[in-house]
């Protein structure tokens, strides 16, 4: 739609610029409309040149866009993809960190227990 919008500003500008410059004319109606009949054929190729290179340009942005639709899903699947791998790998580590984490809590109870005050008044008593 944005396309057609750009076009059709085009045409209205380039038709508006036109009727400007024939009212602005230096030359009278007369010796104006020999000069447009006798350039006729260049305006008319200028214009489908014109055309021609609208078209290229649609063709190329409607190219550009379904191929950035295309780019843009293969990233973010990719994306998607090393998050979930990131998301496995820390989860092992998570479990292995936890494990420690347990053994270091229990080797901290142990320490505490034979260094407790209790503990060595029963060394003592043993002795």
Known sequence: MKARSLLLGFLVGG????IATLL?????????R???KAHKDVYTAELKELKDSLMQIKDSVSTATKEGK???GEFVHDIKLSLYEWKL???ENKTA???EVKEIEQTIQELEKDLSPDNKAEEKAAQ
């Open 15 to 18: 038709a508006a610029a036109g």
């Open 70 to 72: 295309t780019v843009l």
């Open 34 to 36: 020999r000069q447009l």
């Open 89 to 91: 790998s820390t989860d």
């Open 97 to 99: 960190l936890q494990k």
């Open 24 to 32: 602005s004319a230096p030359d009278s109606g007369k010796v104006t």
